[in-house]
């Protein structure tokens, strides 16, 4: 008998469920740092790349990276928010996303390591359900 997932996820219980909701959280962040993000997103976030050219022709405003990386973050956010069903956790998403990518765009992470950071924010946010903290 095949089981059917679906969103939000219960709270993780034990090990398989645990795991389950990290792959979930760890898909959707692929899904949101790489096809959903884009060369726009992924060049107009960071704030010491030139601005970004808009669909018109015309150059972004000075700080246009804030509004991209807003809404690079509010993607991960939704991702977060759609699998665990806690906005709680979505919140920290946006802000921890923030500070992490901030970190890479200024230089003071590698992206391996920025991505590890993001997946052991997942982690983290499994066992914070998981021990029944939220």
Not at 4 to 19: F, H, I, K, R, Y
Not at 77 to 100: K, P, Q, Y
């Amino acid at each position: 008998m095949s089981e059917t997932l679906t969103l939000p996820l219960s709270v993780p219980t034990g090990v398989a469920s645990a795991l389950v909701m990290l792959f979930a959280l760890a898909i959707g962040h692929a899904f949101a740092d790489f096809p959903l993000q884009g060369d726009f997103l992924s060049r107009g976030k960071n704030r010491n790349n030139p601005p970004v050219q808009l669909a018109d022709g015309k150059r972004g405003p000075e700080n246009l990276w804030a509004y991209l990386m807003s809404a690079h973050c509010l993607i991960h956010a939704g991702f977060v928010w759609v699998i665990t069903g806690s906005v709680v956790l979505a919140l920290a998403e946006f802000f921890l996303h923030l500070i992490i990518d901030v970190a890479k765009c200024e230089n003071k992470t590698s992206f391996a390591t920025d991505q590890w950071l993001h997946i052991l924010t997942k982690a983290a946010y499994v066992a914070v359900l998981w021990v029944g903290w939220l």
